[in-house]
């Protein structure tokens, strides 16, 4: 099946830092790409739609300038945390859409972000 | 935009016993996919239902698809330790986007 990669898994942090985390699809190209947000025992919110080469479409109450999306290739998508807080600590999933309108979305293994 | 309730929040059961977790929504769904996320894990894509009245079987697992295609249920018989996790519905949003929107989700714990 499709694989999309998600690195690092985890990360510690020190307030006013900023961390990248990168979504790779593996075995497929993806157009898209889509970057959640979990908190603990919480669903998932979508937190911007990463279409490449364009602006990625962030969802309503996401800082774009917060949360800083790249989409530079076909098969990779980054989304930066930047001056990160004690609050942005959270599972941070991205996911890709392989294939036609409607098909499912394959999700990367999460980062677990903790910002000190 | 478009949204999904999914109850119950949490479910435990005794191995063996059946587990059944619905999606309900105010309007029509194009349609609606299912998705399990083990603890500690990342959600995987059950299964996907399209048209109204739709059901269809995964060895335990059964999806449902109302005749409105307002609701869903995903059902599961005689339940094992390997089925513990959070089970979420997602619908996409209205527009013609690919956005996918994910119910709460239904935490299930299975007593062994």
């Known amino acids: 099946g499709a694989v999309v990669s998600q690195h690092p898994s985890w990360v510690i942090c020190k307030s006013g830092t900023s961390v990248k985390i990168e979504c790779r699809s593996l075995d497929f190209q993806a157009t898209t790409m889509f970057w959640y947000r979990q908190f603990p025992k919480q669903s998932l919110m979508l937190m911007a739609t990463s279409n490449e080469g364009s602006k990625a479409t962030y969802e309503q109450g996401v800082e774009k300038d917060k949360f800083l999306i790249n989409h530079a290739s076909l098969t990779l998508s980054t989304l930066t945390v930047t001056s990160a807080h004690p609050e942005d600590s959270s599972f941070y999933i991205c996911?890709?859409?392989?294939?036609?309108?409607?098909?499912?979305?394959?999700f990367g293994n999460g980062t677990r972000l903790t910002v000190t | 935009g478009q949204q999904v309730m999914q109850i119950p929040q949490y479910q435990h059961v005794q191995e063996g016993e059946d587990f059944t977790t619905y999606c309900n929504s105010s309007?029509?769904?194009?349609?609606i996919q299912w998705y399990k996320q083990r603890p500690g894990g990342h959600p995987v894509f059950l299964i996907q239902l399209v048209k109204s009245g739709e059901v269809k079987k995964q060895k335990r697992l059964t999806f449902q698809f109302g005749e409105a295609k307002k609701n869903s249920s995903l059902h599961i018989t005689a339940t094992q330790t390997t089925d513990v996790g959070t089970y979420f519905c997602?619908?996409?949003?209205?527009?013609?986007?690919?956005?996918?929107?994910f119910g709460k989700g239904t935490k299930l714990t299975v007593n062994p």
């Open positions: 997602a619908v996409k949003t209205q527009g013609g986007s690919e956005k996918l929107v």
């Open positions: 309007t029509t769904l194009s349609n």
């Open positions: 996911s890709a859409l392989r294939g036609l309108s409607g098909s499912p979305l394959h």
